[in-house]
T-cell receptor
Framework: QVQVVESGGGVVQPGRYLRLSCVVS????????VHWVRQAPGAGLEWVAV????????YYGDSMKGRFTISRDNSKNTLYLQMSSLRAEDTALYYC??????????WGPGYWGQGALVTVSS | DIVMTQTPLSSPVTLGQPASISCRSS???????????LSWLQQRPGQPPRLLIY???NRFSGVPDRFSGSGAGTDFTLKISRVEAEDVGVYYC?????????FGQGTKLEIK
C-alpha cells in the first residue's frame, strides 16, 4: 500500500541543524516532484520547498532560502530536508508530499505523510 | 509572492446542505504553459492534509464527486454539493503556479 513516512524530527537548539528524511513506498517516486510543507502548532500550512523528479530543480520558500536544502535519492525512494541555522519560528510539523501528477514542479501535493515534528528550543 | 485570500474563514453548515469557499489570488494563476495550477486541500482534525482538487477543477483520486472546483484567473471556488459529517475540517487553496508556492489562510468548515 501507499506509504509516505517522515523521520528525523526532534528537539534542537537555536542555531543548530537537523536533517529530515522521507521514504515513499507503494508509489512511483522517481517520476514526480516532491514537496516539503510545514505547519506550526495551531497554524495554517506553509510551503517549504519542492524538488523536481530528477533533482535538478530546487525551489524554496522565502524564509527558508539559504538555510534549508532539499535533495532526493531516487535509488532509495527517499527525500531529504537539511535544515541549518534553525530558529524558534521553524518549530512545526514537517510534511513530505509527493506531487499528484508528473511533468511540472507542482500540480498539487497528492500523497502526504503523517509529518515529523521539529521543535527548536534552548 | 502571490497572496491567496480565502473567504469565509469559518463556515457553519447544516448536514445535507451545500457549502462554498472562495479563494482569490493577488495575481493571475495562469502559467506560461497555459495551465492554472490552483489546488484545494482538506485537513480533517488531527490528520495530514489531503488533496481534493488540482488545476482548478480536477478531482484527485478517491475524492467524492460532491466536491467540485471552478474559477479562472484570480477567482476560484470550491463547492460541496451536500455536506456530510466527515467533511468537517479546514480547507486550503494553494497556488502552484509561481514560486514560492503559497496557501490561503484556511477556511474552517463546521456543522451547525
Amino acid at each position: 500500500q501507499v506509504q509516505v513516512v517522515e523521520s528525523g524530527g526532534g528537539v534542537v537548539q537555536p542555531g543548530r541543524y537537523l536533517r529530515l528524511s522521507c521514504v515513499v513506498s507503494g508509489l512511483s517516486f522517481s517520476s514526480y516532484a516532491v514537496h516539503w510543507v510545514r505547519q506550526a502548532p495551531g497554524a495554517g500550512l506553509e510551503w517549504v520547498a519542492v524538488i523536481s523528479s530528477d533533482g535538478t530543480k530546487k525551489y524554496y520558500g522565502d524564509s527558508m532560502k539559504g538555510r534549508f536544502t532539499i535533495s532526493r535519492d531516487n535509488s532509495k525512494n527517499t527525500l531529504y530536508l537539511q535544515m541549518s541555522s534553525l530558529r524558534a519560528e521553524d518549530t512545526a510539523l514537517y510534511y513530505c508530499a509527493r506531487d499528484c501528477c508528473s511533468g511540472h514542479e507542482g500540480w498539487g501535493p497528492g500523497y502526504w505523510g503523517q509529518g515529523a515534528l521539529v521543535t527548536v528550543s534552548s | 509572492d502571490i497572496v491567496m485570500t480565502q473567504t469565509p474563514l469559518s463556515s457553519p453548515v447544516t448536514l445535507g446542505q451545500p457549502a462554498s469557499i472562495s479563494c482569490r489570488s493577488s495575481q493571475s494563476l495562469v502559467h506560461s504553459d497555459g495551465n492554472t495550477y490552483l489546488s484545494w486541500l482538506q485537513q480533517r482534525p488531527g490528520q495530514p492534509p489531503r488533496l481534493l482538487i488540482y488545476t482548478i477543477s480536477n478531482r484527485f483520486s478517491g475524492v467524492p464527486d460532491r466536491f467540485s472546483g471552478s474559477g479562472a484567473g484570480t477567482d476560484f471556488t470550491l463547492k460541496i454539493s451536500r455536506v456530510e459529517a466527515e467533511d468537517v475540517g479546514v480547507y486550503y487553496c494553494m497556488q502552484v503556479t509561481q514560486i514560492p508556492y503559497t496557501f490561503g489562510q484556511g477556511t474552517k468548515l463546521e456543522i451547525k
